[in-house]
């Protein structure tokens, strides 16, 4: 079966300044997708940013950007230039594509990121 | 677009109450999950619905648990009896088929049981 660990329960960063959040995961499998979603306190998951196992380069959105390394099994997240806004708690997903059952979402337990004014 | 929307926001009930959550997914996503959220954990998927078919329910609890998803639309998760181990949050999210470009999640219901 397929797990995702987040050894960070928490993370601080000063505003502006950029931060970089841990995530391994195991699977036996070659083909899934990552991703990393924010949960601020609405409780809302927001998807932040998606990888494809088969894609080599690194998926970016704006400020967000990922350092994929498959063989290692490692999927960081580099938030830069921090805002306010960016405090929430970050949990990191896996997905299989092999279809079926393996359609779900596996979760970390989550990184809660402070940002200091 | 109105996203996934839930109901209710906060329940607190009694042991042994029953208690029921509503999802109204993104219309035109066939594909429905309700999850479990275990206060300092990460969500756990409870049902996946394709349309009005339950394809994966490993998880979920049968005995009190049950969940339906009439005409493929919306759905309701019940709890029946509700026990003080299933204080949590409750989130629906949904996806077009596969999900390949993730999920879009609603914000949950938060249950307590005293």
């Known amino acids: 079966a397929q797990t995702v660990t987040q050894s960070q329960p928490e993370m601080s960063v000063q505003e502006a300044e950029t931060v970089t959040l841990s995530c391994t995961y195991d699977?036996?499998?070659?083909?899934?997708?990552l991703f990393w979603y924010k949960q601020p306190p609405s409780r809302q998951m927001i998807l932040v940013i998606r990888?494809?196992?088969?894609?080599?380069q690194n998926a970016t959105e704006n400020r967000f950007s990922v350092n994929f390394q498959k063989a290692a099994k490692s999927f960081s997240l580099k938030i830069s230039d921090s805002q306010l806004g960016d405090a929430a708690m970050y949990f990191c997903a896996y997905r299989s594509n092999y279809g079926g059952a393996t359609n779900k979402l596996i979760f970390g337990t989550g990184t809660l990121l402070a940002v200091q004014p | 677009e109105a996203g996934v929307v839930q109901s209710p926001r906060y329940k607190i009930i009694e042991k042994k109450q029953p208690v029921a959550f509503w999802c109204n997914p993104i219309s035109g996503h066939n594909t429905l999950y309700w999850y479990r959220q275990n206060l300092g954990q990460g969500p756990e998927l409870l049902i996946r619905y394709e349309n009005e078919e339950a394809v994966d329910d490993s998880q979920l609890p049968k005995d009190r648990f049950s969940a339906e998803r009439l005409k493929g639309v919306d759905s309701t998760l019940k709890i029946q009896p509700a026990e003080l181990g299933d204080s949590a949050v409750y989130l629906c999210a949904s996806s077009l088929e596969a999900g390949d470009y993730g999920y879009t999640f609603g914000s949950g219901t938060r249950l307590t049981v005293v």
């Open positions: 699977t036996s499998e070659s083909d899934y997708y």
């Open positions: 990888q494809e196992a088969y894609k080599q």
